[in-house]
């Protein structure tokens, strides 16, 4: 619960808010890479006298913890494995929603996982099912949900976003994702026909 569940609302409350930030290289990213290797290392005490058997059976079983895996060794060797399939990255978009009556509404900032091999996956939420599947062999721990946070439910005439030094020292440049509310709710990707981004 301290060094998995925690870290996760921690970093998930984070995201929220509307943070300007280089995509490779922040306090969340590290928070990000953090809370992999945290995850990754659940198959030491899971099962201390078989773990590599048993992280080839967790990573074939989970493709969430085999993503946390791949995630952490990158960060802990230099962000090239051996096994280049294996090869990925952490890039941090601000995600706004889209309405053009109403303009944008910031959502949260999105950690995306570019795996070599295993496509594209949104870090809070792969971790989430990779923690889960973690609470579901560690029966004694209190239940836990953890639900992905969203920024106010506020639009704006423009896509506004923070620039903080607590949380990034320098911002480069910055990633911007619009996404639109389907007809059944989801969120899908749009492109706005205008708009400005501002950041203060």
């Known amino acids: 619960m301290n060094d998995v569940v925690k870290p996760w609302d921690d970093l998930n409350e984070l995201l929220s808010n509307p943070f300007a930030l280089q995509p490779d290289l922040s306090d969340i990213t590290r928070a990000a890479h953090n809370l992999a290797v945290a995850i990754k290392h659940q198959v030491d005490y899971a099962y201390p006298t078989n773990t590599k058997a048993m992280r080839k059976a967790v990573d074939s079983a989970s493709i969430d913890n085999r993503l946390m ?27 706004f929603e889209y309405a053009p009556d109403r303009g944008f509404r910031f959502l949260r900032n999105v950690i995306w996982i570019e795996h070599a091999t295993i496509d594209k996956h949104d870090f809070i939420i792969t971790s989430h099912a990779a923690i889960q599947y973690w609470l579901s062999i560690h029966t004694l721990i209190p239940r836990w949900t953890g639900t992905v946070a969203e920024g106010p439910a506020e639009f704006r005439k423009a896509a506004m976003l923070r620039f903080d030094p607590r949380y990034c020292i320098h911002v480069k440049d910055t990633r911007v994702l619009f996404v639109t509310r389907t007809a059944t709710n989801d969120l899908a990707p749009v492109d706005p026909p205008e708009g400005r981004i501002e950041i203060y």
Do not use: E, I
Request: with cysteine; proline share 4%.
């Open 69 to 95: 895996s791949d995630v952490a060794d990158c960060w802990k060797h230099g962000r090239s494995l051996n096994d280049p399939g294996r090869n990925n990255s952490l890039q941090v978009a601000a995600m």
